[in-house]
C-alpha cells in the first residue's frame, strides 16, 4: 500500500474527538491495495469476514442520560474497502453527546453508516448492560504449537519457511499466541492469537510456527496479514481445505478478528480470549 494511500487517514495525528454524530469521519481504505501482490483473490478463493468489537460505546437517551452497549460488528471479506481503525473510534466517540431515540436506532444507523463507507453489507449488534454478564472468555482451540523449541532469525514474512509433507494427509487445528505485526502508520505493534485449521498435506509444526513468527517485523493492517498467512499457506501446502483465524488485543477500545477460509459456512468462535 503506498503513503499516499493513508496520508488524509487520522491515524498517527493529533485529534480533535467530536462527541457529535459525524459519519464524515470515517475512513475506508480500498481493500485492492493490500491484495495487489497476494496470489489469491477472493471469491471464490476464500470467504471471510473482519469481525471488530467496540467496548466503549455511549450515546444519550431523548431525556439526556447516557447509555452503554458494547457493539460487534461484521465487516464481509467481499466488501470493497476496510475503515481505519482511529477513524472507526473517532466515528463511535461522536455518539457520545448525541440523542437518539433507542438502541435499535443507534444499530440502524451504525449500519447504515458502516455499509456505505465499506462497500459492502455491514451486521451491527448491540449488547445491553443488562446482557454484559452473557460476554464469555475463551480460548481458541487447536494444538498449542508454542513449546515448540525452535531456532529463529527471520522477523519478515518468509513462506519459504512453510512445509508440508504430501505422503501425509491430516485434518487438524493448530494455535499460537506469538503472532505480532506491526501498525503501517504509526508502527505500534499488534498482539495477536492465531487458529489454523486444515486439511491436506500434514503441516510441519515447527516450520509454521517459524513463518508466524517472521510477521513480527512486518508492517501491516489485520485484514491484510490473515489474507497473506491464508495465501501463503494455500500456496506453499496446498491443503484440500484451510481456514486462518486470527483475534488481535485491543487498542482504542476495539478489536479486530479477521477469518478467511475455504469454507463459506465457518463459524468464527467469538468468546474473548484472556488477552483482549
Same mark, same amino acid.
Given at each position: 500500500?503506498? =503513503?499516499?494511500?493513508?496520508?488524509?487517514?487520522?491515524?498517527?495525528?493529533?485529534t /480533535?474527538?467530536?462527541?457529535?454524530?459525524?459519519? +464524515? *469521519?470515517?475512513?475506508?481504505?480500498? /481493500?485492492?491495495?493490500?491484495?495487489?501482490?497476494?496470489?489469491?483473490?477472493?471469491?471464490?478463493?476464500?470467504? #471471510?469476514?473482519?469481525?471488530w468489537?467496540?467496548?466503549?460505546l455511549?450515546?444519550?437517551?431523548?431525556?439526556?442520560?447516557?447509555?452503554?452497549?458494547?457493539?460487534?460488528? #461484521?465487516f464481509? +471479506?467481499?466488501?470493497?474497502?476496510i475503515?481505519?481503525?482511529?477513524?472507526?473510534k473517532?466515528?463511535?466517540?461522536?455518539?457520545?453527546?448525541?440523542?437518539?431515540h433507542?438502541?435499535?436506532?443507534v @444499530?440502524?444507523?451504525?449500519?447504515q453508516?458502516?455499509s456505505?463507507?465499506?462497500?459492502?453489507?455491514?451486521?451491527?449488534?448491540?449488547?445491553a448492560?443488562?446482557?454484559?454478564? =452473557?460476554?464469555? *472468555?475463551?480460548? !481458541?482451540?487447536?494444538?498449542l504449537?508454542?513449546?515448540l523449541?525452535? =531456532?529463529?532469525t527471520?522477523?519478515?514474512?518468509?513462506?519459504?519457511?512453510?512445509?508440508?509433507?504430501?505422503?501425509?494427509?491430516?485434518?487438524?487445528?493448530?494455535?499460537?499466541?506469538?503472532?505480532?505485526?506491526?501498525?503501517?502508520?504509526?508502527?505500534?505493534?499488534?498482539?495477536?492469537? !492465531?487458529?489454523?485449521?486444515?486439511?491436506?498435506?500434514?503441516?510441519?509444526?515447527?516450520?509454521?510456527?517459524?513463518?508466524?513468527?517472521?510477521?513480527? #517485523?512486518?508492517?501491516?493492517?489485520?485484514?491484510?496479514?490473515?489474507?497473506?498467512?491464508?495465501? =501463503?499457506?494455500?500456496?506453499?501446502?496446498?491443503p484440500?481445505?484451510?481456514?486462518?483465524?486470527?483475534?488481535?488485543? @485491543?487498542?482504542?477500545g476495539?478489536?479486530?478478528?479477521?477469518?478467511?477460509?475455504?469454507?463459506?459456512d465457518?463459524? +468464527?468462535?467469538?468468546? /474473548?480470549? +484472556? /488477552?483482549?
Amino acid at each position: 500500500m503506498s =503513503d499516499s494511500t493513508l496520508l488524509h487517514a487520522p491515524l498517527g495525528k493529533e485529534t /480533535r474527538y467530536a462527541d457529535h454524530y459525524d459519519p +464524515a *469521519l470515517l475512513f475506508p481504505i480500498a /481493500r485492492e491495495a493490500g491484495r495487489a501482490h497476494l496470489s489469491l483473490q477472493p471469491p471464490p478463493a476464500w470467504y #471471510g469476514a473482519d469481525i471488530w468489537n467496540a467496548y466503549e460505546l455511549s450515546w444519550l437517551n431523548p431525556k439526556g442520560k447516557p447509555q452503554v452497549a458494547l457493539a460487534r460488528f #461484521g465487516f464481509p +471479506a467481499s466488501s470493497t474497502h476496510i475503515i481505519e481503525s482511529k477513524s472507526f473510534k473517532l466515528y463511535l466517540n461522536s455518539f457520545n453527546q448525541t440523542p437518539m431515540h433507542d438502541s435499535d436506532a443507534v @444499530r440502524a444507523c451504525m449500519q447504515q453508516d458502516l455499509s456505505a463507507a465499506a462497500g459492502g453489507p455491514v451486521e451491527v449488534t448491540l449488547f445491553a448492560p443488562t446482557n454484559f454478564a =452473557d460476554q464469555t *472468555l475463551g480460548e !481458541l482451540e487447536g494444538t498449542l504449537l508454542d513449546t515448540l523449541d525452535i =531456532d529463529i532469525t527471520i522477523y519478515a514474512p518468509d513462506a519459504g519457511l512453510l512445509q508440508a509433507d504430501p505422503t501425509q494427509s491430516r485434518h487438524e487445528t493448530l494455535r499460537t499466541n506469538l503472532l505480532k505485526s506491526n501498525c503501517p502508520v504509526t508502527a505500534q505493534p499488534d498482539w495477536g492469537s !492465531l487458529q489454523i485449521e486444515y486439511t491436506g498435506a500434514a503441516i510441519d509444526h515447527a516450520s509454521l510456527l517459524k513463518y508466524i513468527i517472521s510477521y513480527r #517485523g512486518h508492517n501491516g493492517f489485520h485484514e491484510q496479514c490473515v489474507e497473506q498467512i491464508f495465501c =501463503d499457506i494455500m500456496q506453499r501446502c496446498a491443503p484440500e481445505t484451510l481456514t486462518v483465524y486470527a483475534r488481535y488485543t @485491543r487498542r482504542g477500545g476495539l478489536d479486530i478478528n479477521p477469518w478467511r477460509s475455504t469454507q463459506a459456512d465457518f463459524i +468464527a468462535p467469538d468468546a /474473548r480470549n +484472556a /488477552r483482549q
